[in-house]
């Protein structure tokens, strides 16, 4: 036996942590037994039942997961490996990773770097690796240090706090957004120059405002973006990652066709594997061990539902990783 968040809808959606045994893992061919998972920003949805992100009943939540190989059929894995799991649909549509034992498919798993224990590797979760993932998007369209100003928004959440210290880290010059004033010292411990208030973002702007940063990490999406766009200097790029403020884009060709900048889509879930590989070796180079703890609170499993409601809430700072033995 062992614990699980199990979520489920019959016809009442319910959330709760409680023992289950291996017949309720699903199919795969590899078992982990996952000694840390996460919660981010899809994990609360799921489940507090916000949106319907659990597509297949009963679920075992827990997008991300990071712990060693128990028994697998895949050939790339045996047992003792250390492994980590983003994505893929874990948590949505396959039982996840907030229990002690998951099983998954061998062509999921990312070997998870020497550079980092499983709580680390769960401290970078979905959120932290996304983050890489919009830097090296950045980096790929020109973006070096010394270009100018770079805007992260959300920036007190999970992809915005591990952006701030990343690109900080890198040398650029990071304005974190935030709406909460109070955190302002945080963010500069992790890097940020200038810390400014969301609402200058967040209401609807000009098609074509000031020009100011070269490059943009935004996780909020709706006027936070489109505003972004419409103050990114000519010739620069928006990573687009999150919808924390909503899913709409209410903005013009304006800043695409008049300034020549770019919108960079970046998505974590079906990432392939070459990219996820390159994304976790350089947050092994880049991210700093000591900012990450500085932005990790640790709960037990036991207190993720209370921990993922305050997450919906815009209550919690940084990264939460979920001890699961
Ligand atoms: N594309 C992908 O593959 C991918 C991967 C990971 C995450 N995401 C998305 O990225 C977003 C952030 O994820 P996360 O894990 O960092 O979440 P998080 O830890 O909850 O952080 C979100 C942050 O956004 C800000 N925020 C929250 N609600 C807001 C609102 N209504 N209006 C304006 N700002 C708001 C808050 O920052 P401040 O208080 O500092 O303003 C909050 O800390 C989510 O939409 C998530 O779904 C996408």
């Given at each position: 036996m062992f614990q699980a968040l199990v979520l489920e809808k019959d016809p009442e959606f319910r959330a709760a942590v409680r023992e289950v045994d291996d017949s309720f893992l699903p199919d795969g061919d590899v078992t982990v037994a996952i000694e840390y998972s996460t919660l981010n920003y899809k994990d609360g949805l799921a489940i507090t039942n916000k949106?319907?992100?659990?597509?297949?009943?009963?679920m075992v939540a827990g997008i991300d997961g990071s712990g060693t190989v128990l028994?697998?059929?895949?050939?790339?894995w045996k047992p003792g490996d250390a492994v980590v799991l983003n994505g893929f649909g874990v948590g949505e549509t396959h039982k996840g990773c907030l229990a002690a034992k998951a099983r998954l498919k061998g062509e999921w798993l990312v070997r998870r770097?020497?550079?980092?224990t499983a709580r680390q590797a769960m401290a970078i979760g979905t959120a932290g690796y996304t983050a890489m993932l919009c830097v090296l998007a950045l980096e790929r369209h020109g973006l070096k240090p010394g270009a100018g100003e770079v805007l992260v928004t959300g920036a007190t959440g999970g992809v915005g706090s591990v952006a701030v210290a990343l690109l900080a880290r890198l040398g650029h010059q990071v304005v974190a957004a935030t709406g909460k004033a109070a955190e302002a010292d945080y963010l500069r411990k992790l890097g940020a120059a200038n810390v400014i208030d969301r609402a200058e973002l967040a209401t609807p702007g000009k098609p074509l405002q000031k020009e100011r940063w070269a490059g943009v990490v935004d996780a909020l999406g709706s006027h936070t973006l489109a505003n972004a766009c419409a103050q990114t200097r000519y010739g620069g790029a928006v990573a687009a990652c999150g919808l924390a403020q909503g899913m709409d884009l209410p903005s013009s060709v304006a800043p695409f066709i008049l300034r020549g900048i770019s919108l960079l889509g970046i998505d974590s879930?079906?990432?392939p594997m070459a990219s996820r590989e390159q994304a976790w070796a350089r947050l092994a180079r880049d991210l700093d061990p000591q900012l990450l703890e500085t932005m990790t609170t640790e709960i037990p499993l036991s207190g993720a539902i209370e921990a993922a409601q305050k997450l919906m809430a815009g209550q919690v700072r940084g990264r939460i990783v979920v001890r699961t033995i």
């Amino acid at each position: 036996m062992f614990q699980a968040l199990v979520l489920e809808k019959d016809p009442e959606f319910r959330a709760a942590v409680r023992e289950v045994d291996d017949s309720f893992l699903p199919d795969g061919d590899v078992t982990v037994a996952i000694e840390y998972s996460t919660l981010n920003y899809k994990d609360g949805l799921a489940i507090t039942n916000k949106s319907p992100v659990v597509r297949s009943w009963p679920m075992v939540a827990g997008i991300d997961g990071s712990g060693t190989v128990l028994e697998s059929r895949a050939s790339a894995w045996k047992p003792g490996d250390a492994v980590v799991l983003n994505g893929f649909g874990v948590g949505e549509t396959h039982k996840g990773c907030l229990a002690a034992k998951a099983r998954l498919k061998g062509e999921w798993l990312v070997r998870r770097p020497a550079a980092f224990t499983a709580r680390q590797a769960m401290a970078i979760g979905t959120a932290g690796y996304t983050a890489m993932l919009c830097v090296l998007a950045l980096e790929r369209h020109g973006l070096k240090p010394g270009a100018g100003e770079v805007l992260v928004t959300g920036a007190t959440g999970g992809v915005g706090s591990v952006a701030v210290a990343l690109l900080a880290r890198l040398g650029h010059q990071v304005v974190a957004a935030t709406g909460k004033a109070a955190e302002a010292d945080y963010l500069r411990k992790l890097g940020a120059a200038n810390v400014i208030d969301r609402a200058e973002l967040a209401t609807p702007g000009k098609p074509l405002q000031k020009e100011r940063w070269a490059g943009v990490v935004d996780a909020l999406g709706s006027h936070t973006l489109a505003n972004a766009c419409a103050q990114t200097r000519y010739g620069g790029a928006v990573a687009a990652c999150g919808l924390a403020q909503g899913m709409d884009l209410p903005s013009s060709v304006a800043p695409f066709i008049l300034r020549g900048i770019s919108l960079l889509g970046i998505d974590s879930v079906m990432a392939p594997m070459a990219s996820r590989e390159q994304a976790w070796a350089r947050l092994a180079r880049d991210l700093d061990p000591q900012l990450l703890e500085t932005m990790t609170t640790e709960i037990p499993l036991s207190g993720a539902i209370e921990a993922a409601q305050k997450l919906m809430a815009g209550q919690v700072r940084g990264r939460i990783v979920v001890r699961t033995i």
